[in-house]
């Protein structure tokens, strides 16, 4: 166990829908980052959030959004789904980087 | 921005043989290179990293070479064993005020046959 929490850890859903993808680091981890990984395009690194402020942005859609929030847990939002949305979706914490399980998108 | 290649893409070994994984990275300021192991249903974990004031650095059976001339570096896993069987990611990265956004390269796929 990392100590990284990420929950739920498969998400069915259809085109079109929203879903909220929940990250709790790690004890005392100020810094969440949240990745996909597809096959096709690898770990790509979406955002990052540091004590409850945005950081840095990379290939984030703007259909995804994500916050954190005061207990330092962190949700990511991901609306008007579309098949090629189906990824793992991973969040990390921490200045090492510390991986949590992820969470299976299957987008149909 | 940073760009990180990852060879090769698959690598099939004996148990006992050596293991090596090769990346280049083509942004001269980055300075630091983590590797992270992922095994099947998990997170990508870190195995071992090294920064650019250093050229080689080691931890039991794995070790990392970095050439900052090149800009190429290596893992190397001596005496691999079935459960070092994973997919294997290389990244690099600029740290600035203690944070850094590593650029993940694709991942090697390691399995180490019985």
């Known amino acids: 166990d990392s100590g990284v929490t990420q929950t739920p850890k498969h998400l069915i859903t259809a085109t079109g829908q929203r879903v909220t993808l929940r990250c709790s680091p790690r004890?005392?981890?100020?810094?969440v980052y949240w990745y996909q990984q597809s096959l096709d395009q690898g770990l790509q690194f979406l955002i990052h959030?540091?004590?409850?402020?945005?950081?840095a942005k990379g290939n984030i859609l703007e259909r995804f959004s994500a916050q954190q929030f005061p207990d330092l847990h962190s949700e990511l939002n991901l609306s008007s789904l579309e098949l090629g949305d189906s990824a793992l979706y991973f969040c990390?914490?921490?200045?090492?980087?510390?991986f949590g399980s992820g969470t299976r998108l299957t987008v149909v | 921005g940073e760009n990180v290649e990852q060879h090769p893409s698959t690598l099939s070994v004996q148990e006992g043989d050596s293991a090596v994984i090769k990346c280049t990275y083509s942004?001269?300021?980055?300075?630091?290179f983590p590797w992270y192991k992922q095994e099947l249903g998990k997170g990508p974990q870190l195995i071992i990293d090294?920064?650019?004031?250093?050229g080689e650095k080691k931890d039991q059976r794995i070790a990392v070479t970095l050439n900052k001339t090149a800009k190429h570096f290596s893992l190397h896993i001596t005496e691999t064993q079935p459960e070092d069987s994973a997919v294997y990611f290389c990244?690099?990265?600029?740290?600035?005020?203690?944070?850094?956004?590593?650029?993940f390269g694709r991942g090697t796929s390691l399995i180490v046959h019985p």
């Open positions: 990390a914490s921490g200045n090492y980087y510390t």
């Open positions: 004890s005392g981890d100020l810094s």
């Open positions: 959030y540091y004590n409850g402020e945005e950081r």
């Open positions: 942004d001269s300021a980055s300075n630091y």
């Open positions: 090294i920064r650019s004031n250093v």
């Open positions: 990244a690099a990265a600029k740290t600035s005020g203690g944070s850094y956004i590593p650029t």
